[in-house]
């Protein structure tokens, strides 16, 4: 294409809405941000519409985030499409025909809502304080079903230890002869004799 140049036509302008923010490759992402604060905010918008095509998807994805950290309670409705475009090439020396191509173009719309949106749709995104609660609701439970499986372990042995552990008081459990935890060779039965395992160390007296 170096014997041709482009025709630059003048683009088909569509109306633009209230609340509606084009976003181009060569704008300011903080002069769009600060525009869509306005709208939202000072305006009292229910809803806005970011719209790039080519190059500028990348930006407006951007910018919709930002918007959203700011403003938790937004839902997100993304569409995405395309435009054909036809570029039309003149020749610049003589004998030469003019050439026309014709390029796709991707276009996505970004909604921003304070109101609930279609659920249904495939580039519906939910409000992100609502998916930052679901996980912390969901971790809390199991927690508690761990914690008190150990809280009761831990009441059980120690009640065991103040009552049959140790065995060495400073009364007569000393005296030589005797062993550590009963007395004589009495220590299967927890150091007293003919005292049953299944009366709990008492006998049937």
């Known amino acids: 294409m170096d014997r041709y140049q482009k025709v630059e036509k003048p683009k088909p302008?569509?109306?633009?809405?209230?609340y509606e923010i084009r976003i181009t490759s060569q704008g300011l992402v903080r002069n769009y941000i600060n525009y869509a604060n306005t709208l939202l905010q000072e305006r009292h918008g229910k809803e806005i519409v970011l719209k790039a095509m080519g190059q500028a998807i990348s930006k407006a994805v951007a910018?919709?985030?930002?918007?959203?950290?700011?403003m938790p309670i937004l839902h997100q409705?993304?569409?995405?499409?395309?435009?054909?475009?036809?570029?039309?090439?003149?020749?610049?020396?003589?004998?030469?025909?003019?050439?026309?191509?014709?390029?796709?173009?991707?276009?996505?719309?970004?909604t921003l809502s304070t109101q609930e949106l279609n659920k249904n749709s495939a580039g519906y995104q939910a409000p992100s304080e609502v998916e930052q609660m679901k996980?912390?609701?969901?971790?809390?439970?199991?927690?508690l079903?761990?914690?008190?499986?150990?809280?009761?372990r831990a009441v059980y042995y120690a009640g065991n230890e103040d009552s049959y552990g140790r065995g060495r008081g400073?009364?007569?459990?000393?005296?030589?002869?005797?062993?550590?935890?009963?007395?004589?060779?009495?220590?299967?039965?927890?150091?007293?004799?003919?005292?049953?395992?299944?009366n709990g160390?008492?006998?049937n007296r």
């Open 63 to 70: 910018i919709a985030e930002i918007i959203k950290r700011r």
């Open 170 to 198: 400073r009364g007569i459990g000393r005296g030589r002869g005797w062993s550590r935890g009963g007395y004589g060779n009495y220590q299967e039965n927890g150091g007293y004799s003919n005292w049953g395992r299944e």
């Open 77 to 110: 409705d993304t569409a995405i499409s395309s435009v054909s475009i036809t570029d039309v090439w003149e020749p610049i020396e003589e004998g030469l025909l003019p050439v026309e191509q014709t390029r796709h173009v991707s276009v996505i719309s970004i």
């Open 201 to 203: 160390g008492y006998s």
């Open 145 to 152: 079903q761990q914690q008190s499986p150990r809280q009761t």
């Open 13 to 18: 302008e569509s109306p633009i809405n209230e």
């Open 135 to 143: 996980p912390r609701y969901n971790n809390y439970q199991p927690q």
